[in-house]
């Protein structure tokens, strides 16, 4: 079955800093999601990408649908304690739907 | 607020209980989605419906069951219910197929 990677499973950094973390696919998908998720809250969508080397902005966060179409890339820009929690991808597949298992995301002040 | 409710926010049963969760999708959305996500684990699919069909099965167990209403809302139903259904249940509501989903805030069941 299809399966996402997620990557790197956890970070700690320190304000101010950028993240970059990525999610990789055995198989092709026509789109790419990212979703954050709050401690104790449901997952929030932050940005969806539908074409082969997409990159689309939101705020201080880009992500890229690259251009195999088996991966795809989220970058956070000057880091900010509110930006702790869990990000996860979503390959928006058909049938048995699989999120990657998340990159946890800590903030130090 | 994405717009999907989820009741109720917190459930406390006994082991060998049935409980019942219920959801109402976002206005207009017709697929809606459970997920399960137990202590720091990754969103684990159960059930999709469309439009009050089953769409799509994940990992749900023989003991859990779903529906999705004319009215679009949608109930899990868990029985039989053991520690390690202890989780966070996730509802989410699409406009047709899979895609941008919106999440509910969760309900957080607990057995005992």
């Not at chain 1, 954050?36 to 902005?57: C, N, W």
């Not at chain 1, 939101?58 to 649908?65: D, I, M, P, S, V």
């Not at chain 2, 989780?87 to 805030?105: I, K, N, R």
């Amino acid at each position: 079955g299809q399966q996402l990677n997620q990557s790197p499973q956890s970070m700690f950094i320190q304000e101010g800093e950028d993240v970059s973390m990525n999610c990789t696919s055995s198989s092709i998908f026509n789109t790419w999601l990212w979703y954050k998720q709050d401690p104790g809250e449901g997952p929030v969508l932050l940005i969806a990408l539908y074409k082969a080397g997409e990159l689309t902005s939101n705020g201080r966060l880009t992500a890229q649908f690259g251009i195999t179409r088996k991966d795809s890339f989220l970058n956070i820009s000057a880091s900010i304690p509110s930006d702790v929690g869990i990000y996860f991808c979503d390959g928006g597949s058909q049938g048995n739907l699989i999120f990657g298992k998340g990159t946890k995301l800590s903030v130090k002040p | 607020d994405s717009g999907v409710t989820q009741t109720p926010k917190h459930l406390i049963t006994a082991t060998g209980q049935r409980v019942t969760l219920r959801c109402s999708p976002r206005s207009g959305d017709l697929s809606v989605y459970w997920y399960q996500q137990s202590l720091d684990q990754g969103l684990q699919f159960l059930i999709q419906y469309y439009n009050g069909e089953e769409r799509a099965k994940g990992n749900i167990l023989e003991r859990f069951s779903a529906q999705q209403f004319p009215d679009l809302h949608s109930e899990l139903n868990l029985s039989s219910l053991e520690l390690g259904d202890s989780a966070l249940y996730f509802c989410a509501s699409s406009v047709s197929g899979p895609g941008e989903q919106y999440f509910g805030p969760g309900t957080r069941l607990t057995v005992t």
